[in-house]
């Protein structure tokens, strides 16, 4: 079994930056596939990104080149560095461990002036 807390969001404003982090619970962290979504008010939830058992990332088009995805596998933390912010991104991000479709409560991103 593992938990998943999320933090980091927050208000910030256009082209600003924020740094998310997903902080879990369990063992054998590395075998797991780490992702990034976001649900946006009224739409569904969207895929970001990826972090696979080898350390490759992947990214949807959206946040390519703004977004990173990194881990500290002695903090069990995996990050999504978010860069050059804009209102669109305003969602609730959510991380997930696979395999077992484990997801974190959500954090609150606004980008507004």
């Known amino acids: 079994q593992v938990q998943l807390v999320e933090s980091g969001g927050g208000l910030v404003e256009p082209g600003g930056s924020l740094r998310l982090s997903c902080a879990a619970s369990?063992?054998?962290?590395?075998?797991?596939?780490m992702e990034w979504y976001r649900q946006a008010p009224g739409k569904q939830r969207e895929f970001l990104a990826r972090l696979s058992v080898t350390g490759s990332s992947t990214y949807v088009d959206s946040v390519k080149g703004r977004f990173t995805m990194s881990r500290d596998s002695v903090k069990k933390t995996m990050y999504l560095q978010m860069n050059s912010l804009k209102p669109e991104d305003t969602a609730v991000y959510y991380c997930k461990f696979t395999p077992g479709g484990f997801w974190g409560q959500g954090t609150q991103v606004t980008v507004s002036s």
């Open positions: 369990g063992s054998n962290l590395r075998y797991y596939v």
